[in-house]
């Protein structure tokens, strides 16, 4: 059981350049979420699908665009990368909405110069 | 060893020892708390979980108090192992939307064999 699958796990792209992170679970969740983490930092989020068809913004989703291609997928997309949105990105899901841990993936590196 | 989270977010404990590990929440309203531990180049991995109607909840190694009175969450981890050295983040749920989670900053545990 793979669980929450990202890639690409390491990403250098150039200020300007568009680029999409990919996420998928096999779980068969209902909520998916990607965040942002930078050093010393906790977690933001960017964006959130609370079900199929539906996504919404979190704290900090300037800059950035997703898609939630179906119940297992849910894309992040840079359209011009920014030195500031160098991270370390991660996706997560959640079975249901209420009360449950989410789960996470292993991340994308992503460095943008 | 004990750490207060956010005035001191790293914690050094020896081998052994019992770790406290602590986190102060933003809203009284939260009625759902987890514990998540994060090693170097991982995501964060769920660790345990509690719901406002308890105050305590034991795993296997960890226990979890929880003080609604001070808005207080703790970890304890008994018999500390090199294994353990990770950050420890606190997340609440957010009372307004309940799809999404409000995390603390993290504690670095370091674990000296």
């Known amino acids: 059981n793979a669980g929450v699958t990202q890639t690409p796990k390491f990403q250098v792209l150039k200020t300007g350049q568009s680029m999409t992170l990919q996420c998928a679970q096999d779980?068969?969740?209902?909520?998916m979420y990607w965040y942002r983490q930078d050093p010393g930092m906790g977690l933001r989020l960017i964006y959130y699908s609370a079900s199929e068809g539906t996504t919404d913004k979190g704290e900090v989703p300037n800059g950035y665009n997703v898609s939630r291609l179906n119940k297992r997928e849910f894309s992040l997309r840079l359209e011009s990368a920014a030195p500031s949105q160098t991270s370390v990105y991660f996706c997560?899901?959640?079975?249901?909405?209420?009360?449950?841990?989410?789960?996470f993936g292993d991340g994308t590196r992503l460095s943008i110069l | 060893g004990e750490s207060v989270g956010l005035h001191l977010p790293t914690l050094s404990v020896q081998e052994g020892d019992n770790s406290i590990i602590n986190c102060a929440y933003s809203?009284?309203?939260?009625?759902?708390f987890i514990w998540y531990k994060q090693e170097s180049g991982k995501g964060p991995q769920f660790i345990i979980d509690i719901r406002s109607n308890m105050d305590k909840r034991q795993g296997q190694r960890v226990t979890v108090l929880l003080n609604k009175t001070v808005k207080h969450l703790s970890l304890q981890i008994a018999a500390t192992q090199p294994g353990d050295s990770a950050v420890y983040f606190c997340a609440e749920n957010d009372a307004g939307n309940n799809r999404k989670l409000i995390w603390g900053l993290g504690t670095s545990l370091a674990v000296n064999p």
């Open positions: 809203n009284s309203a939260s009625d759902y």
């Open positions: 779980m068969n969740h209902n909520s």
């Open positions: 997560a899901s959640i079975e249901q909405a209420l009360n449950q841990p989410q789960h």
